[in-house]
């Protein structure tokens, strides 16, 4: 109805006015299409208002019947609007909610976790095995005196270790510093330095001009023990082996000696290791071979040997009185046999996946 028309106040007028208004509220369907429905309806130019401006022209008794009429009218219009807004804002919030919602049981992106490394986390949990019993950890430099790497333990100038094709020398040649080709040297600096009796196992990296592949690399780890006491014989290397290997593999898990040579020890043996997937059942029967230890029922594992007394007497040690016995291993083909690592190249390359897939296993 155009506002500078004189407003039509009779019932059925109002009545569709009304009728109007509730229709465009229930056709809006969110609150931008009420809202125009809303200045449309009940605006200041909307019927309704000019209506309600009209009614003051009209004379007294006909103004107060239309007023009552109009005012009637008014609020249905407006409870309906009030009904509609309440209906579309509740419907837009559900629909927000719906859209906005999250998920708090989806797994995050949480800072990126680390791992010991497994060569640490093996090289602890071996340590332990032995502090356990009372001893203690010796370390040493890894560029070592070519003296305490090879003539201290009776690895005399012409042994073939001691070339450029197995050592890797310190430059310059003159200072007779080599990159530690084992961790035997700890053992001499251990008798050295500690008082008797000595108990130590010496963990860390050692160096051979090796080639790298997945079953040599040219740093690697070794894990050493030395005892000197009194009365110290081969039976209490075997039984302290045998502990170790118990400790890594299991029970059932022991060790065998095999004669070998060592300068550094005598009599020397290379020690095996019980396979630890067949047991020793292979071992005669083809019907159930094995591939870890080739159906011999054995791995090798390292050396040892009751010490030479030439290495105690270059430290000092009274040889009529105390004996000992060594042995070390690597840690690297400990962790292959342990833990199924099968390449070593994985053991240096540093990717934290091969961490994280060994996390925990020093439990
Ligand atoms: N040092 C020897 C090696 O690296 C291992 C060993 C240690 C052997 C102690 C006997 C006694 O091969």
Not at 28 to 34: G, P, Y
Not at 137 to 158: K, R, S, T
Request: aromatic residues 6%; charged residues 25%; contains cysteine.
């Amino acid at each position: 109805m155009p506002g500078d028309q004189p407003a039509d106040l009779s019932q059925t007028a109002i009545d569709a006015v009304v009728a109007d208004a509730l229709g465009a509220f229930a056709a809006a369907s969110t609150s931008a299409e009420l809202k125009e429905a809303r200045l449309a309806h009940v605006g200041e130019r909307s019927p309704l208002a000019l209506a309600n401006r009209a009614i003051g022209t009209l004379p007294g008794p006909e103004r107060k019947d239309a007023g009552q009429r109009l005012g009637a009218a008014r609020a249905a219009v407006n409870a309906a609007l009030a009904e509609r807004e309440a209906g579309i804002g509740a419907a837009e919030l559900t629909q927000r909610l719906a859209a906005e919602r999250i998920d708090v049981t989806l797994p995050v992106e949480l800072a990126p976790e680390g791992a010991p490394h497994p060569i640490t986390a093996l090289m602890d949990l071996m340590g332990d095995v032995f502090v356990a019993m009372g001893w203690e950890i010796a370390e040493g430099p890894e560029a070592e005196g070519e003296w305490l790497n090879f003539d201290a333990l009776n690895i005399g100038p012409d042994h073939p270790a001691r070339g450029t094709t197995d050592t890797l020398f310190v430059a310059p040649l003159e200072n007779h510093i080599v990159l530690r080709t084992h961790t035997s040297p700890v053992q001499i600096r251990s008798m050295l330095d500690r008082p008797l009796p000595i108990y130590v196992v010496c963990p860390g990296k050692v160096y051979r001009a090796d080639e790298f592949d997945a079953t040599h690399v040219p740093v690697f780890h070794q894990i050493e023990g030395l005892v000197v006491d009194k009365g110290i014989s081969l039976a209490h290397l075997k039984g302290t082996l045998d502990h170790l290997a118990r400790s890594m593999f299991g029970d059932g898990i022991e060790t065998r000696m095999r004669p070998h040579y060592f300068p550094f020890t005598e009599p020397s043996a290379e020690v095996d290791l019980k396979c630890f997937v067949c047991r020793g059942e292979s071992v005669g029967n083809p019907d159930a071979p094995c591939r870890t230890c080739k159906s011999q029922g054995w791995i090798e594992w390292g050396g040892c040997g009751v010490v030479n007394p030439r290495v105690l007497a270059a430290c000092g040690i009274d040889t009529d009185t105390y004996s000992g016995f060594a042995f070390g291993m690597g840690i690297e083909r400990t962790l292959m046999f342990r833990n199924n690592a099968a390449d070593m190249r994985d053991m240096v390359e540093g990717d934290v996946r091969f961490s994280r897939s060994l996390k925990g296993m020093a439990r």
